[in-house]
């Protein structure tokens, strides 16, 4: 299984609403990533977890909170966001030594109304 | 820091024509080169991979060659398809802070037509 699962596909959210992403692999993968990418542009980084610790926050407003509940799950909470957030959500996962490549969900569409 | 530069795009090609998208690096070690492709509306997948100084990758009639003389990682395929058409990103893997932290290029669009 080299399958990286995000649901929702796709959300519409208000600016005061809560919410969350949701991102599971089962690979034993111990590294966990989001990424935020805009039309025509590359993914930016924005978490990691590596052995279900925050090891890299890329200064990303706190109305975004990660948390990573255990080895095969990854979450993203959403909070009074804005529309400029509307944008392609993407997890990720690798290994966090030696073969390091990195395996993508399909993303999650957000769209801030 | 590490960083990666693809050519701009995008690309256009007939049917059948050779493709190069043209990726150079930047890396203070020894980084993994990859090429990632995106569909429209579409997560992003590992195209190929290489791990050391002239390994090659290659998948689906694409390959490239990790040049460490040239910090280059050129993507080549001798005839394209139509189904071919998409982003392709040129990406690197380096140890950060005890992780290692997948770095992209700008992307690169093909399009492919009959």
């Known amino acids: 299984d080299t399958e990286v699962t995000q649901t929702p596909k796709h959300l519409v959210m208000g600016m005061t609403n809560k919410k969350s992403l949701k991102c599971e692999q089962h690979m034993g993968h111990r590294a966990m990533y989001w990424y935020k990418q805009k039309a025509k542009k590359p993914p930016e980084l924005m978490f990691v977890?590596?052995?279900?610790?925050?090891?890299i926050n890329e200064s990303v407003p706190s109305r975004f909170s990660p948390e990573c509940p255990n080895s095969s799950l990854l979450n993203l909470h959403l909070h009074a966001l804005q529309p400029e957030d509307s944008a392609l959500y993407l997890c990720a996962s690798s290994q966090v030594q030696g073969t390091t490549e990195a395996f993508f969900g399909q993303g999650t569409r957000l769209t801030v109304v | 820091g590490d960083s990666v530069t693809q050519m701009e795009g995008p690309v256009t090609l007939s049917e059948e024509a050779f493709l190069t998208i043209n990726c150079t690096y930047t890396?203070?070690?020894?980084?993994?080169l990859f090429w990632y492709v995106q569909y429209p509306g579409e997560g992003l997948q590992l195209l190929l991979k290489?791990?050391?100084?002239?390994d090659k990758g290659s998948n689906k009639g694409f390959e490239a060659t990790y040049r460490k003389e040239t910090t280059s990682f050129h993507l080549e395929k001798g005839s394209v398809q139509v189904s071919d058409s998409a982003v392709y990103f040129c990406a690197l893997s380096a140890p950060s802070g005890g992780s290692y932290i997948p770095t992209f290029g700008r992307g690169t669009s093909l399009i492919v037509h009959p």
């Open positions: 890396a203070t070690g020894y980084p993994s």
């Open positions: 290489a791990t050391k100084a002239d």
């Open positions: 977890y590596s052995y279900e610790k925050l090891s």
